[in-house]
């Protein structure tokens, strides 16, 4: 025991020594000239051509030079000890006088700060100005435990470069605001540089935080004719309308907006965009002033990709390719980032602006890879006399943890069969959180704990957030089964249940994907404000209601409906009495001549009561977004039938399975959650999907949601025209 701990503080020690050792290094930039290539560059710095493509590593080629791209070159002089990074002249002789020398300084003072609800490294480093790297280094304690409500940090202050100390000759270099949605991919893109670069010319940019804020302010090398203002010609194109689209739709194949389209198109103003009208859409014009992911996503060329295999993969032919991505003309190499328009339609997925390619799990897995999964959930076993099966049943029927628990457990119990088939040997701990957070603090002592690949709970939030911070120590994921929310950020945190937000969103982008003239109607009660203002915004020319009184005001609803167009009804409610009264009243309004679809962004479970008459909802075409899909008859209920003497599974058991699936089939395939989840996009399984966004410092959230609809007394899925 006393041999092992006294090699962890040896290699503890090493790698300390060895993180100083590389911080104190010197770096200058270079801006590659024509006809230079990586071994006139190492010959003319004295250094090696590896040393330059390890801090280059956007540069896969050595033959790979593209003129204006800036490297970032290694220097032999030491510097001193890693803290804030400034930037000085070189008085090198072989650099030229626009080259720059990356030297790490010492704070000259600190500042203390509680940290409160809600702050993450992230915003903590925005808000002081320095790195997080240099927050931990100081808070040494961050180095294994998570940012936590109520800790005192000690914030570096660093000295500040005066305007005549700055080394960049500004005739080369200009000041650039990150535009709305633009990523550091984007960037780098628009201006030929590599990441590197970027992070040499902005040293105060996170290495590991690859997020990046609308507003910040960047440093970059001028694009070449950025001073020259010319004088351009709009150029217009004509386009029948098809059926079914709309300005939605057409924004996003050609980048007119919906109030370009109406001011060429003054009949269209008056009349709505029909079916067959012959309208005029401004041509966009391909420009290096707005590559950003409104308009485009990137793909990164893999090796031994040919022109045939990327214009089948990406849908795009090779000249599309080409006039979104001049360089290409200079042949196809790997490593190249291309863009591409966004709704590109191809055989991929995006995730975070960046093409993924669609991966079969089942086909992907590695039979080498052995998970170690931990179950924790509250079967409240304390609470339970399992030795007297009539009671300990009445007992499960009352507690709705120990129910959630259970229902959960055996959808989960047939994904391990399930796995166990496909030739995966898995390693499954379960133990019982009696909703206690001492009780969980103990389990957290345990072995499998420690070794585990995966945590499916604790359900409870307290319980939950314990185990995140434990665990995350280690890397460990941690899987929310259920909607959780804490007060400290979980880095590590697998949050399976979409939020509020996602369903909206989804339910907004459906309703602009398949609308065309159709009059959008807004019914709110007093708690629903918020979203109304939401859902005019994304809807500027909705009517809207504000009820008021207890029930529905039929005259005015009434008022708000069309003749003429289609009328999409948003209703957002909870109450059960203000929720059937609007419903009874557009089921009675809906006729032959006023066509009436009930839509809203929460469905609430006033809508699951037994006195909402489903026939009404039906008649309505009721729409909404969900976290679950359709229960159909599957190979699961199969399979949760043959282990369950026939009983059918409901929803909780479906979501134990389809969660519990979806994490083994990942650690199958690559053995890391975290690691998987960079190249695996959306996954469907049962009666839930998962598509994991990792927010930075605040964990995965599922983003995939379902758009389900009553249709003839059967709710169904609907897709998108």
Do not use: C
Not at 494 to 522: C, G, M, W
Request: proline fraction near 4%.
């Amino acid at each position: 025991m006393k041999k092992s701990i006294l090699q962890f503080y040896i290699t503890t020690l090493f790698v300390v020594l060895f993180s100083f050792s590389a911080f104190a290094q010197k770096f200058t930039t270079h801006s590659v000239k024509k006809g230079e290539t990586i071994q006139s560059l190492s010959r003319q710095y004295k250094v090696t051509p590896e040393s330059i493509l390890n801090l280059n590593k956007e540069i896969k080629n050595a033959d790979e030079l593209k003129p204006n791209t800036i490297l970032v070159i290694p220097l032999d002089a030491k510097a001193t000890e890693a803290g804030n990074v400034t930037v000085k002249n070189t008085n090198s002789t072989t650099a030229s006088n626009n080259d720059v020398v990356v030297v790490q300084e010492e704070p000259f003072g600190f500042e203390t700060y509680k940290v409160k609800r809600k702050d993450n490294l992230f915003r903590l480093a925005e808000k002081f100005g320095v790195s997080q790297d240099a927050i931990k280094k100081y808070n040494k304690e961050l180095y294994s435990v998570q940012l936590k409500k109520g800790m005192t940090l000690k914030i570096p202050k660093y000295r500040k470069v005066k305007p005549e100390e700055n080394p960049f000759n500004e005739d080369f270099f200009e000041v650039y605001t990150v535009q709305p949605k633009e990523t550091r991919w984007s960037i780098i893109h628009k201006y030929g540089i590599t990441m590197d670069s970027l992070l040499v010319l902005n040293s105060d940019l996170s290495k590991d935080d690859t997020n990046i804020a609308a507003g910040r302010k960047l440093r970059l090398p001028k694009l070449a004719g950025s001073t020259t203002e010319n004088q351009t010609t709009q150029l217009y194109i004509s386009y029948t309308v098809p059926p079914k689209k709309g300005f939605y739709s057409i924004e996003k194949e050609f980048g007119a907006t919906e109030k370009e389209i109406k001011a060429l198109n003054p009949e269209v103003k008056e009349l709505g965009l029909q079916e067959g009208m012959e309208i005029r859409i401004p041509q966009k014009k391909t420009s290096n002033t707005k590559v950003n992911t409104d308009n485009f996503i990137f793909y990164e060329v893999k090796n031994k990709e040919t022109e045939y295999s990327l214009t089948r993969k990406l849908g795009l032919t090779y000249r599309e390719l080409i006039t979104l991505n001049p360089e290409l003309q200079s042949g196809l190499k790997a490593g190249m980032v291309l863009k591409l328009p966004k709704g590109s339609d191809g055989d991929f997925e995006v995730k975070n602006s960046l093409v993924i390619e669609n991966i079969n799990l089942i086909n992907s897995i590695n039979k080498d890879n052995k998970p170690n999964l931990v179950i924790m959930l509250p079967f409240r076993l304390d609470k339970i006399d399992v030795e007297n099966k009539q009671a300990a049943s009445e007992s499960v029927d009352r507690r709705k943890d120990a129910n959630y628990s259970l229902g959960l457990y055996s959808g989960a119990l047939v994904a391990l069969d399930s796995i166990k088939k496909l030739g995966v040997s898995v390693n499954v701990s379960v133990f019982d959180t009696e909703k206690s957070v001492e009780r969980t603090k103990e389990l957290l002592f345990k072995s499998e704990i420690k070794n585990a690949n995966a945590i499916i709970g604790p359900l409870d939030s307290a319980s939950l957030q314990e185990v995140a911070v434990r665990a995350g120590a280690n890397q460990i994921p941690v899987i929310a089964p259920l909607p959780a929310k804490s007060e400290i950020s979980l880095s590590n945190v697998f949050y399976t249940v979409p939020s509020d937000e996602v369903l909206r969103n989804h339910i907004f982008e459906y309703v602009k994907e398949n609308k065309a003239t159709q009059n959008i109607v807004v019914i709110t009660d007093d708690e629903h404000k918020g979203v109304k203002d939401l859902i005019v915004e994304q809807f500027p020319a909705a009517k809207s209601l504000q009820l008021i009184e207890k029930y529905s005001m039929k005259n005015k609803i009434l008022a708000l409906l069309s003749s003429k167009e289609e009328n999409w009804v948003f209703l957002e409610a909870d109450q059960f009495n203000t929720i059937n009264s609007v419903i009874s009243v557009l089921n009675a309004s809906a006729t032959d001549k006023i066509k009436i679809r009930l839509f809203t962004t929460s469905k609430g479970r006033a809508y699951d009561n037994q006195k909402i008459n489903n026939a009404h909802l039906s008649n309505l075409s009721f729409t909404y977004p969900s976290v679950e899909g359709e229960e159909t008859e599957d190979s699961f209920e199969a399979a949760y039938k043959r282990l369950n003497k026939g009983k059918s599974p409901d929803k909780l058991a479906r979501r134990g399975f389809d969660i519990t699936f979806d994490v083994l089939l990942k650690l199958a395939y690559k053995n890391n959650l975290i690691e998987a989840s960079k190249f695996v996009g959306e996954t469907t399984y049962s009666n839930n999907k998962f598509n994991y966004i990792q927010v930075p410092s605040a964990g995965y959230y599922n983003t995939a949601s379902y758009i389900m609809s009553y249709n003839d007394m059967w709710v169904k899925e609907v897709k998108n025209n």
